[in-house]
C-alpha cells in the first residue's frame, strides 16, 4: 500500500461512527419492521420473509448498477437486508423447530462459508475492496447471513439464557464497547473487528427493537410496532440527510490482502 497508488472509491460509506449509529437504528428498525409485518399484521413469518427477500433483491440490483455511492440506496438496501433477517431468523427458529441456538449455529456456518469463498476468490474480505459487481455480490450475501444470525442470537439471549430484552442489549453493547477499545487500543485485524462489530451490532439492534415493542409480561414497553418502526424510520432519515457521509477508498491496484 502506497501513498501514491491510485485511490478508487467504493460504493460502501466510510466507517466512521456516523455509520455505526444508523447501522445500529437500522438493525432496530428492522427488529420492529419485520415484527409489525408478522406479529401486528399477523401475515406470518414465510410471507413476511417474502416480502422483505423481494425488497431486498430489488434494492441490492440497484446497489449494483450504482456507479457511485447514494446513502439512500445504500440504507434502505441495509433496512431491507435486516427486516428479511428478522422474519427469515423468526421462520427458522420458530416455524421450522430447530430452536435459537440451532439457527444460530447453521446461520455462523453459512457466514463463515460466504466470508471463506470470498477470501479465496479475492484475498480479501475488507469492505475496502467492494468496488465490482462480484465483490458486492459476497459483500450483500455476507450482510444477509451476519443479519439473520444477529436476530437469532438476539433471541438466544433473551429467552434461552434468561437476560431478557433489556440485560441482552447491555451484554451486546457492552461486547461492542470492547471491540472499540481494540480497534484503538490494539493493532488487531481492522478487518476482523469491523465483521465482528458488524455482526454484533444486529443482536444488539434486535433486543432493543424486542424490548420496545414487546408486551410488558414479557419484559418489554409494549410500544406500537408501527409507530416505533416509523420514528426510527425518521430517524434514520434525518442522520443521512444531517451527518456527512462519503464513499470509502482503497488504494486501486495495488491493493494487498487484509
Same mark, same amino acid.
Given at each position: %500500500?502506497?501513498?501514491?497508488?491510485?485511490?478508487?472509491?467504493?460504493?460502501?460509506?466510510?466507517?466512521?461512527?456516523?455509520?455505526?449509529?444508523?447501522?445500529?437504528?437500522?438493525?432496530?428498525?428492522?427488529?420492529?419492521?419485520?415484527?409489525?409485518?408478522?406479529?401486528?399484521?399477523?401475515?406470518?413469518?414465510?410471507?413476511?420473509?417474502?416480502?422483505?427477500?423481494?425488497?431486498?433483491?430489488?434494492?441490492?440490483?440497484?446497489?449494483?448498477?450504482?456507479?457511485?455511492?447514494?446513502?439512500?440506496?445504500?440504507?434502505?438496501?441495509?433496512?431491507?437486508?435486516?427486516?428479511?433477517?428478522?422474519? %427469515?431468523?423468526?421462520?427458522?427458529?420458530? =416455524?421450522?423447530?430447530?430452536?435459537?441456538?440451532?439457527?444460530? =449455529?447453521? +446461520?455462523?456456518?453459512? +457466514?463463515?462459508?460466504?466470508?471463506?469463498?470470498?477470501?479465496?476468490?479475492?484475498?480479501?474480505?475488507?469492505?475496502? =475492496?467492494?468496488?465490482?459487481?462480484?465483490?458486492?455480490?459476497?459483500?450483500?450475501?455476507?450482510?444477509?447471513?451476519?443479519?439473520?444470525?444477529?436476530?437469532?442470537?438476539?433471541?438466544? %439471549?433473551?429467552?434461552?439464557?434468561?437476560?431478557?430484552?433489556?440485560?441482552?442489549?447491555?451484554?451486546?453493547?457492552?461486547?461492542?464497547?470492547?471491540?472499540?477499545?481494540?480497534?484503538?487500543?490494539?493493532?488487531?485485524?481492522?478487518?476482523?473487528?469491523?465483521?465482528?462489530?458488524?455482526?454484533?451490532?444486529?443482536?444488539?439492534?434486535?433486543?432493543?427493537?424486542?424490548?420496545?415493542?414487546?408486551?410488558?409480561?414479557?419484559?418489554? %414497553?409494549?410500544?406500537?410496532?408501527?409507530?416505533?418502526?416509523?420514528?426510527?424510520?425518521?430517524?434514520?432519515?434525518?442522520?443521512? +440527510?444531517?451527518?456527512?457521509?462519503?464513499?470509502?477508498?482503497?488504494?486501486?491496484?495495488?491493493?494487498?490482502?487484509?
Amino acid at each position: %500500500m502506497t501513498s501514491t497508488a491510485e485511490r478508487v472509491a467504493t460504493k460502501v460509506p466510510e466507517v466512521t461512527l456516523v455509520f455505526w449509529i444508523i447501522k445500529i437504528a437500522a438493525t432496530t428498525l428492522g427488529e420492529t419492521g419485520g415484527d409489525s409485518v408478522t406479529m401486528t399484521l399477523n401475515w406470518g413469518y414465510l410471507v413476511g420473509t417474502a416480502i422483505f427477500l423481494s425488497l431486498f433483491a430489488v434494492f441490492v440490483f440497484f446497489q449494483i448498477r450504482a456507479k457511485t455511492l447514494h446513502p439512500f440506496l445504500y440504507w434502505a438496501t441495509i433496512v431491507a437486508s435486516t427486516t428479511a433477517g428478522t422474519t %427469515m431468523a423468526d421462520f427458522a427458529d420458530r =416455524s421450522l423447530g430447530i430452536g435459537y441456538a440451532g439457527g444460530s =449455529s447453521l +446461520l455462523f456456518a453459512c +457466514l463463515l462459508t460466504v466470508l471463506g469463498v470470498w477470501y479465496w476468490s479475492f484475498g480479501t474480505i475488507s469492505v475496502a =475492496s467492494v468496488n465490482t459487481a462480484k465483490v458486492e455480490v459476497f459483500y450483500w450475501l455476507a450482510i444477509t447471513f451476519s443479519q439473520t444470525l444477529g436476530t437469532a442470537l438476539g433471541d438466544w %439471549m433473551a429467552d434461552d439464557t434468561g437476560l431478557g430484552y433489556g440485560r441482552g442489549a447491555l451484554v451486546f453493547g457492552a461486547a461492542l464497547a470492547l471491540i472499540a477499545l481494540a480497534y484503538y487500543l490494539t493493532n488487531a485485524s481492522r478487518v476482523f473487528l469491523f465483521w465482528a462489530a458488524f455482526i454484533l451490532t444486529r443482536p444488539l439492534g434486535a433486543t432493543v427493537g424486542d424490548y420496545l415493542d414487546k408486551p410488558v409480561s414479557d419484559g418489554g %414497553m409494549a410500544l406500537s410496532r408501527p409507530l416505533a418502526s416509523a420514528f426510527i424510520g425518521v430517524f434514520i432519515i434525518v442522520c443521512i +440527510l444531517v451527518l456527512p457521509q462519503r464513499a470509502g477508498e482503497h488504494p486501486g491496484h495495488s491493493e494487498t490482502a487484509q
